[in-house]
């Protein structure tokens, strides 16, 4: 595997359920993101870890709950979503959260709640 | 507050037909700017980073310029294989945080 990789690629769940979404970087990055990207709106920033120390919480819902247990994996918990969460969720990862540095995306994992 | 405005939001363009798409944004002291090119289904792709006023990029058939107030990324010839929506980026407070435009889909076609 190379870059960085998401699973699953696609979800669909209940407004009850609890999912997770995983993300993992094979380019020996120390920061990784979280963006969510619904249709006809722009890339949203969710969250920044740096060196699995979460930096930033960009005013997400406490129904969203980020993990990063090391450098390398990101996971997104799930549970009791809403319809308007349905969305394609994008990992990143960059060499650090210095300004500047670039972000690699992920595929993305698209997302629907019924 | 820093912002990001991209246009048009929509272009078409016959093959070989050269244009150029573009970023206007405001922001309180320029940290980076950065295009991404993303195909449909998919994560976005990087393509250019600029980081002062002046500076241009060149990868194959695309250019990417910067004044104190916006970005061109501009297409030469392009080709139907360029089509896809392209994406402007500012860094926009700490923690290396990117602000995304709506991007402009562009469609070219043979």
């Known amino acids: 595997e190379t870059g960085v990789t998401q699973t699953p690629r696609h979800l669909v769940m209940g407004m009850t359920n609890k999912k997770s979404l995983k993300c993992e970087q094979h380019?020996?990055?120390?920061?990784m993101y979280w963006y969510k990207q619904s249709a006809k709106k722009p890339l949203e920033l969710m969250f920044v870890y740096s060196l699995e120390e979460r930096v930033e919480n960009n005013s997400v819902p406490s129904r969203f709950s980020p993990e990063c247990p090391n450098s390398s994996h990101l996971f997104l918990h799930l549970h009791t979503l809403q319809p308007e969460d349905s969305a394609l969720y994008l990992c990143a990862s960059s060499q650090g959260v210095g300004e500047g540095e670039t972000q690699y995306f992920g595929p993305g994992t698209r997302l629907l709640v019924l | 507050e820093d912002q990001v405005t991209q246009s048009p939001e929509a272009l078409r363009l016959q093959e070989g037909e050269s244009s150029s798409l573009n970023c206007s944004y405001t922001?309180?002291?320029?940290?980076?700017l950065f295009w991404y090119r993303q195909d449909p289904g998919k994560g976005p792709e990087f393509l250019f980073t600029?980081?002062?006023a002046g500076e241009e990029k060149e990868k194959e058939r695309l250019k990417a310029t910067l004044t104190k107030k916006e970005s061109f990324l501009h297409i030469t010839a392009p080709k139907p294989e360029d089509s896809a929506t392209y994406l402007c980026a500012l860094v926009s407070g700490g923690y290396n945080k990117l602000i995304f435009g709506a991007g402009t889909r562009l469609a070219v076609h043979p």
């Open positions: 600029l980081y002062s």
């Open positions: 922001v309180s002291g320029l940290r980076g």
């Open positions: 380019l020996g990055h120390n920061a």
